[in-house]
């Protein structure tokens, strides 16, 4: 399968879909676009002159019960749906032109049908002088089934895996998409589900957060390179340190 182009979904009950809408247009310095699907369900962001590669998704699901999903935009969804299946994933839905599925360890994704060549977002400049940019969705897997899920996604997109420790492992993507995935391995005390979250880099860390605490999020915690935070709707995402100008 060949994939160039990755995007985040946040996954937000109807109820939460206004603040959320509004709070992720404003860390991301985006427009919302026009809404897709049959109920106006998927909500795009996107800046001027780029493409949208983070959605908010209306789900009919209780208050406080959203997530993260990612998206793999493919040339022929039910040829790649086929592929992954092999690979040890679900199909759990299909519509004209999306196939949902589940991984082996339980994580949602869709395919998408690819439409052409799209434009990348840039970091943002922020008035307090730091830079940032969300471009990583992370995998949060449970430790049994880590090396399976890693082997999973890596040859699901065709990403190669580089080890960075026993906790984490990325994927290598192509320059054309605008997400890299990482994989993060759970404590030993955190028995799943598999779930995601969204990732920002930054070069002022305190700064950024601070921002986003101005915006709505709430601090969840604090450690050496990233820190936790709770949008509006109640889903976590983090803060890290890497470069947001970096491949």
């Known amino acids: 399968m060949v994939t160039n182009w990755l995007a985040a979904f946040a996954d937000v009950p109807e109820p939460q879909v ?63 749906a086929g592929r992954a299946a092999e690979l040890g994933a679900e199909v759990v839905r299909e519509v004209p032109g999306l196939i949902g599925l589940s991984t082996p360890a339980g994580q949602p994704f869709c395919l998408m049908t690819h439409d052409g060549e799209r434009r990348r977002a840039e970091p943002r400049r922020w008035p307090t002088g730091q830079h940032s940019l969300l471009d990583q969705l992370c995998l949060d897997i449970p430790a049994a089934a880590f090396a399976e899920e890693c082997r999973f996604w890596a040859e699901l997109t065709g990403w190669p895996q580089r080890r960075s420790s026993a906790e984490f492992v990325h994927l290598v993507r ?18 799943g589900p598999a779930r995601a979250h969204a990732d920002l880099a930054c070069d002022d860390r305190a700064a950024e957060a601070a921002r986003h605490r101005e915006l709505g999020a709430e601090l969840v915690r604090v450690a050496e390179h990233w820190t936790t935070l709770r949008d509006p709707a109640g889903l976590l995402y983090c803060i890290t340190d890497r470069d947001p100008f970096s491949d």
């Not at 109920?39 to 208050?63: I, N, S, T």
């Not at 994989?183 to 005390?189: A, T």
């Open 174 to 191: 192509p320059g054309s998409s605008p997400l890299r995935i990482l994989l993060q391995r759970l404590g030993e005390d955190d028995p």
């Open 18 to 80: 206004p603040a959320a809408l509004e709070f992720w247009a404003a860390v991301t310095a985006s427009t919302p676009r026009e809404a897709a699907g049959g109920r106006d369900q998927y909500l795009p962001l996107a800046g001027d002159g780029e493409d949208p590669y983070l959605w908010v998704q209306r789900v009919q699901r209780p208050m406080g019960e959203g997530g993260w999903h990612p998206d793999l935009y493919v040339a022929d969804p039910a040829l790649d």
